[in-house]
């Protein structure tokens, strides 16, 4: 997931569960802090959506077993499973 999508879903998360925070950031050329946020507890819970993203990491089947079209749909099926055994969804 690209960092300006991850930042998107956090900042739609942020303002919804508190309304009338302020999301602004610093502006690039403030180098030491370019784009991070102004407000410090904004800042901070960035940082932790960040790591808590960065700690995912799903263990995919082995691709080299499916050769056949019902392969492919196992394939998917095992992937669904693999990801919602961490605890995440995963659209229909």
Excluded at 19 to 29: C, Q
Excluded at 60 to 83: T, W
């Amino acid at each position: 997931m690209s960092t300006e999508k991850m930042r998107e879903e956090f900042e739609a998360w942020i303002c919804g569960i508190w309304p009338g925070v302020s999301i602004s950031r610093n502006s690039d050329d403030a180098a030491m802090f370019a784009g991070s946020y102004r407000d410090e507890r904004v800042h901070m819970a960035w940082k932790g959506w960040q790591s808590s993203r960065a700690a995912i990491e799903v263990e995919l089947p082995d691709s080299s077993e499916f050769d056949s079209p019902a392969d492919c749909h196992q394939a998917i099926r095992d992937c669904r499973y693999a990801i919602e055994s961490l605890g995440l969804k995963v659209k229909p």
